[in-house]
């Protein structure tokens, strides 16, 4: 109202301006889309209002690398109204869309390498390392990301021969986005001292995994990305399966197979179409790995979640950029007999003194993360309190870090009980059976319930004898025999 007054008063006293009517005609054009502009802005402040104090903190904080927030207009809002699909046409190399829904979609993009080809192998081990049931709730979708025609259809040709029965049955798809719907590659800012062409390598990736993900967006519930030259644990599907059961209830972004570069990072699919905006709003800004972090956080998922042991490995030695060498290992991964524990809900508690925000619940948690006391004594416990009594088949208990090696239970053993007193938050057992010693910080056993004949409610790991170097416990994992509702 205010400004609206101002200018009606303007307008009265240039009319005694004759002289410079010319002028005044500028003026209030001028003065109008200053109007306009500034209503405009009150508009969409009223609109953005939900947009809390505490998003703009986290967009500013996410990650180390810092997106610049003055050259983008598009705001969490914006982010979050990217729904729709990018309008770009593939084209299909070999197989068909899929005719019905998937539970997981496995994404590669691959581009010709000047040294070295993986992409064979890594699409080999997803399907070896997954039974015919697995098999049913799987789709693989390959971009051959290159614009060499040439080497495209000599890798279609290899992939269709190799894998024509998973081309069939639906499973396998190849696809490839002409060059034509790409952006500008040449010519952009060389952010971090890249060099030129290291520049445009990782902006076109950005972009040929914008693509990928646009297209899987509506193929699966959940999705997982890999690199081209990956191999696979067995029965990863059924893995990825139980760490998703046992996050129900929780909110997540991103979990994480891998700790290495865009291999085992795994989304629901309804998230894909606004991370296939993402990267191509940034394409030219960072790496892609470092613009995932920026995307968990502005979806407030400020902490990674990791599962270990790892799914997914590197097995590529020559990078698709320039054929450098390549030799990144996750030394996390297990390729054999991988079974996540069941790990069913229990309250923990210890007697220990604990190292800052190290408390005792990371030690039962399957995500990277530990347990960490000052110095135990002789009689000090770390107790487990199980919701409900419960058969256990097999225990594992690692303590210690690759880092700190000296931080393991020197002289320990581990109790199983029964006939809880107290509360359960800080109860304990009234009696405990010994199932055995720790050797060299670590105690694995099975077949419990062959062992213990009675229902478990509680589990200790107990001091036997005090030791000057911390304790780290690394992870606890136990696998039950029935559920702990049956």
């Known amino acids: 109202v205010t400004l609206l007054y101002a200018f009606l008063h303007m307008r009265h006293s240039l009319k005694y301006f004759d002289k410079m009517r010319y002028l005044r005609k500028r003026s209030a054009v001028s003065f109008l889309g200053v109007l306009v502009i500034c209503l405009l802005f009150m508009n969409l402040y009223i609109e953005d209002g939900y947009v809390l104090e505490g998003d703009k903190q986290l967009i500013r904080e996410t990650a180390t690398h810092q997106l610049n927030p003055e050259r983008y207009v598009h705001t969490f809002k914006d982010l979050s109204n990217f729904s729709g699909s990018i309008n770009i046409s593939y084209r299909y190399l070999a197989g068909t869309p899929l005719p019905r829904k998937r539970y997981l979609t496995i994404g590669i993009s691959s581009v010709k390498r000047k040294k070295g080809n993986y992409l064979l192998e890594t699409i080999k081990s997803i399907f070896e390392q997954s039974s015919y049931e697995e098999l049913k709730e799987i789709a693989v979708v390959v971009q051959l990301s290159d ?32 060059e034509e719907y790409y952006p500008v590659l040449d010519g952009l800012k060389r952010n971090y001292n890249d060099p030129e062409d290291r520049v445009k390598f990782r902006s076109k990736q950005n972009v040929d995994y914008a693509f990928l993900l646009n297209f899987c967006s509506n193929l699966s519930d959940y999705y997982v990305m890999l690199e081209d030259d990956v191999r696979c644990s067995k029965n990863f599907l059924t893995a990825v399966k139980k760490v998703i059961a046992s996050r129900e209830g929780s909110y997540w972004v991103t979990l994480e197979f891998s700790k290495l570069g865009y291999i085992g990072k795994l989304y629901h699919s ?13 394409y030219q800004e960072m790496p892609c790995d470092w613009l995932l972090i920026h995307f968990r956080g502005l979806l407030a998922q400020k902490e ?8 997914f490995q590197h097995m590529g ?40 925000n190290y408390e005792a ?15 135990p004594s002789t009689g000090d416990f770390y107790g487990i309190v199980f919701e409900k009594p419960i058969k256990i088949s097999k225990i594992k208990v690692v303590t210690g870090t690759e880092d700190r090696q000296n931080d393991i239970l020197h002289h320990g053993a581990l109790e199983v009980g029964e006939k809880i007193v107290g509360s359960k938050k800080g109860g304990q057992c009234t009696t405990y059976l010994r199932l055995g010693e720790f050797k060299n910080g670590n105690f694995e056993i099975t077949d419990v319930e062959h062992k213990v004949l009675f229902d478990i409610n509680c589990m200790r790991i107990l001091v036997t004898k005090s030791q000057k170097e911390w304790l780290i416990i690394r992870s606890i994992s136990i696998w039950t025999s029935q559920t702990p509702n049956q």
């Not at 309804?270 to 940034?282: E, K, S, V, Y």
């Not at 030394?331 to 069913?344: A, H, K, Q, V």
Request: proline fraction near 6%.
């Open 147 to 178: 614009f060499d025609s040439t080497w495209c259809e000599g890798m279609v040709q290899d992939i269709s021969q190799k894998f024509a029965h998973h081309i069939i049955a639906g499973r396998l798809i190849v696809i490839h986005v002409p």
């Open 270 to 282: 309804h998230d894909l179409p606004r991370l296939a905006h993402f990267l191509l709003m940034f």
């Open 304 to 311: 990674v979640i990791r599962f270990k042991p790892s799914l």
């Open 317 to 356: 030695y020559y990078s698709s950029y320039k054929g450098a060498e390549n030799k990144l290992k996750d030394d996390d991964f297990e390729e054999e007999s991988f079974d996540i524990p069941d790990n069913p809900p229990a309250n923990l508690h210890t007697n220990m003194n604990v190292f800052e």
């Open 361 to 375: 619940s990371k030690a039962y948690s399957s995500i990277d993360e530990y347990f960490w006391g000052k110095a």
